[in-house]
């Protein structure tokens, strides 16, 4: 049987974002792709001159575009937000991942929950006391374990592993490689060694929560590690026991929470990003690249730096930095000319 043609026609997709189509409505698109593709087939999007231009010159077959943009020589759609239409665009490429009832061989406890309309792929395992909602896929090779709940819709990805009381809302999605539940790094010196601070607390993810591959979150020592809803955090990251971050905060690869660090609501942490234990952090934050944390924060606004500082004092101490060489020598100059002056009162 030949495989069917996915796609849309460009009528289609400009129904799908509201916008207003300039061009053939039939022309058939079967992919989104980069402003400078030379795809005929393809639809990309162009906020400002520069990326219509690029868009325009190549052979891309259609192009989102701002509703104020004059009339060019490619078929476009229009629309109030490019990239936001894109991304419904994108939404509507999605491949959907293997799903279909409990594989044959997948382990599923006898003691454990899976919904009649979720699915349980090849080699996953569900252990007892666990339940998987309706509607969520485990997909092949995925470790649920005791007392963890998967809430409804979720997507729980190959080799992704929920070590034990881990329990989340609905509609997240956790990415390959996943550990979530292990541990917390807890230990003290009993004059000889250190001893192990054992964990016996849980993690909870709020509903549409994303975790990306190869993060780690750690259960707490006692009560819950918590991430809120709607909370996006990207791969590699480190999230340490009793850890507690507020809704639709956002956090880059690299980013490491020490243990009981509160992170408040609709915060944004660039790559790298760091705390101190125990630290708080308030509300609407955006922390750069590698910033330190070192210290309770409340003040909304943008900082970067160790210790973190308002980034327009961080600017100002790199745009020094730069200077400190030139800085120094006169420094050293007017030593000299001191050194001089003294010894010539001396005299």
């Known amino acids: 049987m030949a495989e069917e043609k996915r796609g849309y026609t460009l009528a289609a997709l400009a129904e799908m974002v509201g916008g207003e189509l300039d061009g053939s409505g039939d022309l058939f698109i079967a992919r989104p792709v980069p402003a400078d593709s030379d795809d005929s087939a393809g639809i990309t999007f162009a906020e400002n001159e520069?990326?219509?231009?690029?868009?325009?010159?190549?052979?891309?077959?259609?192009?989102?575009?701002?509703?104020?943009?004059?009339?060019?020589?490619?078929?476009?759609?229009?629309?109030?937000?490019?990239?936001?239409?894109?991304?419904?665009?994108?939404?509507?490429?999605?491949?959907?991942?293997?799903?279909?009832?409990?594989?044959?061989?997948?382990?599923?406890?006898a003691d454990a929950e899976v919904d009649a309309t979720a699915s349980v792929g090849a080699y996953a395992v569900v252990e007892a006391g666990a339940k998987v909602g309706a509607g969520s896929n485990v997909m092949a090779h995925a470790?649920?374990?005791?007392?963890?709940?998967?809430?409804?819709?979720c997507s729980i990805y190959p080799n992704v592993v929920l070590v034990q009381d881990v329990r989340m809302?609905?509609?997240?999605?956790?990415?390959?490689?996943?550990?979530?539940?292990?541990?917390?790094?807890?230990?003290?010196?009993?004059?000889?060694?250190?001893?192990?601070?054992?964990?016996?607390?849980?993690?909870?993810?709020g509903n549409y929560v994303e975790?990306?591959?190869?993060?780690?979150?750690?259960?707490?020592?006692?009560?819950?590690?918590?991430?809120?809803?709607?909370v996006k955090i990207d791969n590699l990251v480190q999230i340490a026991h009793n850890v507690k971050i507020g809704?639709?905060?956002?956090?880059?690869?690299?980013?490491?929470?020490?243990?009981?660090?509160?992170?408040?609501?609709?915060?944004?942490?660039?790559?790298?990003a760091a705390t101190s234990d125990h630290v708080t952090v308030g509300d609407n934050m955006v922390f750069g690249g590698r910033t330190g944390i070192i210290g309770d924060m409340d003040t909304p606004g943008e900082y970067f730096g160790t210790p973190a500082v308002p980034l327009s004092t961080a600017m100002r101490v790199i745009a020094l930095q730069t200077r400190l060489p030139e800085l120094f020598k006169r420094m050293r100059a007017m030593e000299r000319e001191l050194e001089h002056l003294r010894d010539g009162k001396d005299i």
């Not at 550990?179 to 060694?193: E, P, R």
């Not at 707490?220 to 809120?228: F, K, L, M, P, S």
């Open 247 to 272: 809704a639709h905060t956002v956090m880059a690869s690299q980013v490491g929470l020490s243990g009981s660090t509160v992170i408040g609501e609709r915060n944004v942490f660039g790559g790298q």
């Open 143 to 153: 470790y649920i374990g005791q007392g963890c709940v998967v809430g409804e819709k």
């Open 211 to 230: 975790i990306g591959a190869n993060t780690c979150i750690d259960r707490a020592t006692c009560g819950d590690t918590v991430i809120a809803d709607g």
């Open 169 to 205: 809302g609905v509609g997240c999605r956790i990415h390959s490689g996943a550990v979530i539940g292990a541990d917390g790094f807890g230990y003290f010196w009993n004059g000889s060694g250190q001893q192990k601070v054992s964990q016996v607390g849980g993690v909870v993810l």
């Open 50 to 109: 520069k990326y219509l231009a690029s868009a325009i010159s190549g052979n891309v077959g259609a192009v989102l575009v701002p509703v104020e943009t004059p009339k060019v020589s490619k078929p476009v759609i229009r629309v109030a937000h490019p990239r936001m239409a894109f991304g419904m665009v994108l939404a509507a490429f999605v491949v959907p991942m293997p799903s279909g009832g409990i594989h044959a061989t997948a382990q599923v406890s």
